[in-house]
Nanobody, 123 residues
Framework: QVQLVESGGGLVQAGGSLRLSCAASDATFRRGAMGWFRQAPGKEREFVAAISGSSLNIDYTDSVKGRFTIARANAKNTVYLQMNSLKPEDTAVYYC????????????????WGQGTQVTVSS
């Protein structure tokens, strides 16, 4: 069973930055897509960003374009989410997810999930 472990969350002021990391326990997803999702209190989990195995295909939700950057280091079985210019509305639990296919935005298409890391942005 592949395990995904997120890290890097925390408390930051509006306008600040954080970098989330997601380490996979093995190389299963090197050829597959990795995604980041988030869930704010009282809201459904939503797509944030995803990256293909080759890093050639990347997708972002509109609200984070120009502020967040997803990247991966396959040699380390790790995917990153660099978050800049953070806003209070970015506050959520952020989840890493993996699938063996192409980049998709639906959470229901991802097979493996991490436990989540809390990001809190104060105003």
């Amino acid at each position: 069973q592949v395990q995904l472990v997120e890290s890097g969350g925390g408390l930051v002021q509006a306008g600040g930055s954080l970098r989330l990391s997601c380490a996979a326990s093995d190389a299963t997803f090197r050829r597959g897509a990795m995604g980041w999702f988030r869930q704010a209190p009282g809201k459904e989990r939503e797509f944030v960003a995803a990256i293909s195995g080759s890093s050639l295909n990347i997708d972002y939700t509109d609200s984070v374009k120009g502020r967040f950057t997803i990247a991966r280091a396959n040699a380390k079985n790790t995917v990153y989410l660099q978050m800049n210019s953070l806003k209070p509305e970015d506050t959520a639990v952020y989840y890493c997810a993996g699938r063996l296919g192409a980049v998709v935005v639906s959470q229901y298409e991802y097979d493996y999930w991490g436990q989540g890391t809390q990001v809190t942005v104060s105003s």
